[in-house]
């Protein structure tokens, strides 16, 4: 199997082989998959990410959730290991942060119990539900942090792979759309 490091080049390698409106028409149809599942629907707390240009494109999802009325929370990068959860009410909420992602301002969410979904990006993603992130493993820590959430790993097409390498710290999801 191929190892971690030689699948992340291999994803980032891929990636550059579509351009933005492939990739944004590929968001649209992942998007509308994970806005139709049931644990989404169902859903009052749901944290998601704040996609970068090469991510699936969340931006408007999670300005659809609020408006729904769900509590949306997002990633606030805070160490080179850490990650920690504000809450989103909007775009005037956000700043560019550490890793160049935006951010919302605002205080440490720390009600955990009460994420009832949480949607991971990922590198790379296996039909068993086995996750590649970036390689800092902050959705590692912080999943373990979270387990009752129903976690939804979401990816482009091409990032599905037969089989990704794991190890004893990677979180599997329960779902990959
Ligand atoms: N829960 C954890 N506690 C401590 N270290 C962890 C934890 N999860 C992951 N790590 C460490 O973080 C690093 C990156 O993990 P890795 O799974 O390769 O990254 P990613 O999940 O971002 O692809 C590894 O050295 C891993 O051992
Ligand atoms: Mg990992």
Redesign the pocket.
């Known amino acids: 199997m191929m190892d971690?490091k030689s699948l992340?080049k291999q994803v980032r390698a891929l990636k550059k082989t579509f351009s933005a409106k492939e990739l944004r028409d590929m968001s649209d149809d992942v998007i509308a998959r994970l806005l139709a599942l049931p644990e989404v629907k169902s859903a009052r707390t749901i944290l998601l990410y704040y996609s970068l240009d090469d991510e699936v494109f969340t931006h408007d999802a999670v300005d659809e959730l609020v408006a729904e009325g769900k509590e949306v929370l997002l990633p606030v990068v805070v160490s080179d290991?850490e990650m920690e959860i504000r809450r989103y009410n909007g775009p005037e909420d956000l700043r560019r942060g550490s890793l160049n992602i935006m951010e919302p301002v605002g205080t440490p969410f720390t009600d955990y119990q009460s994420i009832d979904v949480v949607v991971v990006p990922?590198?790379a993603f296996d039909a068993d539900g086995n996750?590649?992130?970036?390689?800092?493993?902050?959705?590692?820590?912080f999943l373990?942090l979270v387990p009752d959430a129903y976690k939804i790993g979401v990816c482009f097409p091409f990032q599905k792979f037969p089989t990704v390498p794991?190890?004893?710290?990677?979180?599997k999801m329960d779902i990959i759309i």
Request: charged share 45%.
């Open positions: 971690k992340r290991s990922g590198m996750r590649l992130g970036r390689g800092k493993g902050y959705y590692d820590r373990a794991v190890d004893d710290n990677d979180v």
